[in-house]
């Protein structure tokens, strides 16, 4: 072990787990998710438009969805995690 890197008390231990984890709710899925939808798998599972629509119509619905999903979560979670969890 490290010394310098122990956290004697667990509940600061959360704290700095939370404190670290806080600004990559966002951030992270941002990043992936575009790169995700790039699989027809992906995309094939995120449209709800016609079939004969282009696998670059899926790729933009895809990644506008996730996105939309990713905000939506994040401003319930904060809204969660102030009004209660504060």
Avoid: H, Q
């Avoid at 956290?7 to 941002?30: C, G, K, Q, W």
């Avoid at 004969?52 to 905000?71: L, P, Q, R």
């Amino acid at each position: 072990k490290l010394p310098f890197f122990r956290v004697d008390d667990r509940t600061d231990f959360d704290a700095l787990r939370i404190a670290a984890a806080f600004p990559n709710i966002v951030a992270l899925p941002i990043l992936i998710f575009p790169t995700l939808c790039e699989f027809p798998v992906v995309y094939n599972a995120f449209y709800e438009g016609p079939n004969e629509s282009t696998d670059g119509e899926k790729y933009k619905s895809c990644v506008d969805e996730s996105n939309a999903m990713i905000f939506v979560y994040f401003f319930a979670w904060n809204l969660l995690y102030w009004i209660i969890g504060y």
